[in-house]
């Protein structure tokens, strides 16, 4: 299963430089291209703080709900993403790794 997002804890300082007043969640590092993150319109930047309604904290929350999941190719994942001030709600729709 490809979702094509990289993602890391958030620290005082980076939550403070992208202006978010907190360090729960984790913050959106890279970005592969064409990836079902990216068409789903996933940015650089953007705060996840939660995914298919659970409350992410940190990378290891983000990873055990992703494997709690069980999600296969063709799922969807509901991301609740904090972006310049707004909470999004985005739906992504997982694929398979590109040969």
Same mark, same amino acid.
């Given at each position: 299963? %490809?979702?094509?997002?990289?993602?890391?804890?958030?620290?005082?300082?980076?939550? !403070? /430089?992208?202006?978010?007043?907190?360090? =729960?969640?984790? #913050?959106? !590092?890279?970005?592969?291209?064409?990836?079902?993150?990216?068409?789903?319109?996933?940015?650089?930047? $953007?705060?996840?703080?939660?995914?298919?309604?659970?409350?992410?904290? /940190? #990378?290891? $929350?983000?990873?055990?709900?992703?494997? /709690?999941?069980?999600? =296969?190719?063709? $799922?969807?994942? !509901?991301?609740?993403? %904090?972006?310049?001030?707004?909470?999004?709600?985005?739906?992504?729709?997982?694929? =398979?790794?590109? $040969?």
């Amino acid at each position: 299963v %490809w979702i094509g997002m990289y993602v890391s804890n958030l620290n005082p300082y980076i939550a !403070r /430089s992208l202006g978010y007043p907190s360090t =729960r969640g984790v #913050y959106v !590092r890279r970005l592969d291209k064409h990836s079902p993150a990216e068409k789903a319109g996933v940015q650089l930047g $953007d705060i996840i703080v939660e995914i298919n309604g659970e409350e992410v904290n /940190s #990378y290891a $929350d983000a990873q055990a709900i992703i494997l /709690s999941l069980d999600l =296969r190719v063709g $799922d969807k994942m !509901r991301l609740k993403v %904090w972006r310049e001030g707004k909470l999004l709600e985005i739906d992504l729709l997982l694929e =398979r790794y590109p $040969d």
